[in-house]
């Protein structure tokens, strides 16, 4: 009898299946002697959408919503079917025994095998494999220690409950805004919240009013002091901050007291995904779903990181002894900082990171104990492996150290300070490559001692706003208010960025048009982040059996249908943002101007229309002769050309025949019969019409 394996994806599928020495391989599975791996493709099963119920509602209508059904249906994806019914055919195998769970550890991965599973209404006993790295090393023993399928029934139970949350709330609110107003106006859960404290923000920043300080500070000897009241050093009256400036000039200063505080600070603990993220964003400029893609690849491809999706910055005790296996792993690419700490026989020096009450399904990101090659990573993956690296080398260094000096001065009745810190001991900062350490210019100063003022300067300045978020800011709002769960936050971001309700400015989100009037039209209860935050806490407890499933979707269905209710008998308007003048040619409606990774596009504003156009003309690959920048594909009467407008230069598709391999044909023939097969043209067509002719 064998068991059948179920990984999420068929690079894992293949890397299990090494381990185990299955070697007989078929097109949707591997066997062996004791195991069959297959695989999904991501989700191969989905909820049902409203036209699988009733054919009603493939047609958008106000009067239809909400959609509630009565029990949410499963589905199978159409793309990745075949897939599906090869797991099914070898679900009836008769030397089956069991079903092994091998998707990713976490709330998703327990959902796409278990909709699986319950699609081919499997019946045989579940195991579930539960394990933070893919290393050989942990494959193998995660085989050894083989969980009860039973015990993640309540992680199931909490990942169906987002599921059909999420599905009942933006499904139904999208599609109410949506016909309410005629314009796609998307809204849910996670995403609506995230998109009012942008505009939240915003508010802030667009009614504040700044206003005129002045700031006073005065030099001795060496030494640059700031004038201070009560900790407060602006001064918001000009005579009130004349009036000290002359006060001063020329006058002494007596030292009335230094006090010197010997501090210590602690080593970070190693990265969660959501702390990784925003340090990524702050150091490297990464959006939140370029950091969880590029540590995707360490985890999976690379096998040189742990669990990637994990809300967790602590380790469990047992990993104590895993420590020098995973200093000799990555001692490659960091001889010198490894060297240093086998001085002190690798001791972790920062043994709070060993705290099993703190770690939820998965621990902190660390390096597992694969050899490190660092000319096999990319420069985006150096430099994110580079941030765990050293975050766990942190780990056996001593605190950091220092002194902190505060020296307050007496100059005529005003008081004037000074602080400095002194480093004693830069312990683990000699890897995290942070130092305070400036000249000690109050080593020598006691109290008592009397100063003249050699200079006085008196600066200006005005208030400011606070700045619009970076993703790093967004991603720790989110954090703060439970919003999402660190494996979707990235997701959430990107869909406000897709659906332009946001975009990027310089490394900041910025509402749009668009995105500053929905807000607007969304119930006050769905903009709520301490709502959302409440379901996502109800959503862990479930997932720890602590809560109700039922009574929580019940909650939601209710809800549903009263946001549904409140947009229906609601007398706002919308006015789209990005209505042009032109018409649409098939039904006469405006056309609306939209930003698309192809360029801009005129589509039109009838929602049951499916007119779309590109508006500014389409690169192609083809470089200019003299400019080297990309080419304008046309389709003139004389067929296929390229222009080049700076240089008005002109070739036909046929020209530069001989410079042109045959490879480089098909793909330019392909690339863009492929790009415009949604618009129903027949530019490929055309462009391929063009090359044979010029064959021939």
């Known amino acids: 009898m064998k068991s059948l394996i179920l990984a999420e994806k068929p690079s894992v599928a293949r890397e299990i299946a090494r381990v185990l020495g299955c070697k007989q391989q078929h097109k949707h599975y591997l066997e062996g002697n004791k195991y069959i791996v297959t695989w999904a493709l991501g989700h ?65 991965g327990e959902l796409v095998a278990r909709w699986i599973l319950e699609k081919i209404r499997w019946r045989k006993p579940v195991k579930r494999l539960w394990i933070s790295s893919q290393t ?232 597992t104990e694969e050899r490190l090659h660092l000319s096999d990573l990319d420069a985006d993956e150096r430099k994110l492996y580079d941030l765990i690296a050293r975050r766990f080398l942190a780990l056996f260094y001593s605190p950091y150290q220092y002194e902190t000096v505060h020296a307050t001065f007496e100059v005529n009745g005003e008081t004037f300070i000074a602080k400095e810190t002194v480093v004693i001991d830069l312990g683990y900062r000699k890897i995290t490559g942070k130092s305070d350490e400036k000249a000690a210019n109050l080593n020598n100063f006691t109290k008592g001692n009397t100063f003249l003022i050699k200079e006085v300067s008196q600066e200006k300045k005005l208030t400011e706003p606070p700045l619009r978020y970076t993703e790093a800011d967004l991603l720790s709002q989110m954090e703060k208010f439970g919003l999402g769960t660190p494996a979707t936050r990235a997701d959430i971001i990107e869909r406000l960025l897709s659906t332009e309700a946001v975009e990027r400015q310089n ?98 504003s009838n929602l049951e229309c499916r007119f779309r156009k590109r508006k500014d003309p389409k690169l192609s690959n083809r470089r200019c002769p003299q400019c080297h920048k990309k080419m304008e594909i046309h389709n003139g009467k004389a067929g296929v050309y390229f222009q080049c407008r700076p240089c008005n230069i002109v070739e036909k598709a046929s020209e530069r025949k001989k410079s042109i391999s045959k490879r480089e044909e098909r793909k330019l023939v392909q690339h863009y019969t492929k790009k415009d097969v949604s618009f129903g043209t027949s530019l490929g067509d055309l462009l391929k019409e063009a090359l044979n002719k010029d064959e021939q």
């Open 44 to 108: 191969l099963i989905e909820l049902k959408m409203p036209e699988h119920y009733d054919k009603k509602y493939t047609h958008w209508r106000l009067e239809d919503l909400p959609i509630i059904p009565q029990k949410m249906g499963l589905k199978t994806i159409k793309q990745t079917s075949h897939q599906f019914r090869a797991i099914k055919q070898l679900a009836k195998r008769s030397d089956i025994k069991e079903c092994i769970i091998a998707t990713d550890a976490g709330r998703e």
């Open 136 to 367: 050989d090393k942990a494959i193998k023993t995660g085989f050894q220690q083989l969980k009860p399928g039973a015990q993640f029934d309540s992680l199931y139970e909490s990942a169906v409950c987002r599921a059909e949350a999420d599905w009942l709330i933006g499904l139904n609110v999208t599609r109410a805004l949506t016909t309410k107003y005629n314009e796609p106006l998307s809204a849910g859960r996670v995403q609506t919240p995230t998109l009012s404290m942008i505009m939240e923000r915003e508010r802030t920043i667009q009614t504040f009013v700044p206003k005129e300080y002045w700031t006073i500070s005065a030099q001795i000897g060496t030494l640059k002091v700031d004038w201070e009241h009560n900790g407060e050093k602006r001064i918001f009256q000009k005579e009130k901050a004349d009036r000290i400036k002359e006060k001063i000039i020329d006058k002494k200063a007596v030292l009335r007291l230094i006090n010197r505080k010997k501090k210590s600070e602690q080593q970070p603990l190693p990265y969660d995904l959501t702390e990784l993220q925003r340090d990524a964003n702050k150091k490297f400029g990464f959006s939140a779903k370029k950091t969880a893609n590029v540590l995707q690849r360490l985890y999976e491809q690379y096998k040189l990181v742990t669990y990637p999706r994990t809300d967790s910055r602590y380790l469990t005790t047992d990993m104590k002894s895993t420590m020098i296996d995973r200093l000799h792993g990555i001692s490659s690419g960091y001889k010198e900082e490894v060297k240093e700490v086998f001085k002190n026989n690798g001791k972790v020096m920062a043994n709070r990171v060993f705290n099993n009450e703190k770690v939820t399904d998965h621990h902190a990101i660390i390096p």
């Open 507 to 604: 490394g900041r989100l910025y509402p749009t048009t668009k995105g500053k009037q929905l807000i607007d039209l969304v119930n006050n209860e769905l903009k709520s982040p301490e709502l959302t935050s409440k379901w996502e806490k109800e959503l862990e407890l479930i997932a720890r059996g602590k809560a109700n499933p039922k009574k929580f979707i019940e909650n939601i269905r209710k809800q549903t249908t009263y946001l549904v209710a409140e947009i229906k008998k609601s007398e706002k308007t919308y006015r789209a943002h990005n209505l042009t003048g032109a018409k649409c040619p098939e039904c006469g409606s405006f056309l609306k101007e939209r930003n698309t990774r192809e360029g801009k596009m005129l589509v039109c």
